[in-house]
């Protein structure tokens, strides 16, 4: 891969990514609705791009862009959900979801957890 190809790989991975953020934004902005709603929004957005089928060839371009935002763990819920329900009928669509995602779910934990214990946090 040349140096071009993996400038303009960040590049789209950047765009992309930034226009997520924007649209958060917009929403935040021009609209009532809270953080928590378009955090929604974004993850059941992600679920229907892999339930249709046009992640993975978003992901093909985009990379990182799609798939770190909450959209990716959108996506990811739905993928496990689909193979735990080929893999285990229709219980497997409850427990898909969350054995895809348990490792990052449980990576997120410790590192707030080790966080937590570096500084000290206080409620308001």
């Known amino acids: 891969m040349s140096i071009w190809q993996t400038v303009l790989t960040y590049l789209i991975v950047f765009a992309v990514g930034g226009a997520l953020c924007?649209?958060?934004?917009?929403?935040?902005?021009?609209?009532?609705?809270?953080?928590?709603?378009?955090?929604?929004?974004?993850?059941?957005?992600?679920?229907?791009?892999?339930?249709?089928?046009?992640?993975?060839y978003i992901f093909q371009i985009a990379q990182a862009g799609i798939s770190v935002p909450i959209?990716?763990?959108g996506a990811s819920l739905a993928r496990g959900a689909i193979e735990g329900v080929k893999d285990y009928g229709i219980l497997g669509a409850f427990a898909g979801g969350l054995m895809r995602t348990a490792f990052g779910v449980g990576a997120a934990v410790a590192a707030s957890y080790l966080v937590t214990?570096?500084?000290?946090?206080?409620?308001?």
């Open 117 to 124: 214990l570096i500084f000290s946090p206080k409620s308001k």
């Open 71 to 73: 959209v990716g763990f």
């Open 22 to 56: 924007l649209g958060a934004e917009l929403l935040i902005v021009k609209t009532k609705l809270t953080p928590a709603r378009i955090l929604v929004i974004f993850l059941l957005f992600g679920v229907l791009l892999e339930t249709v089928g046009v992640y993975k």
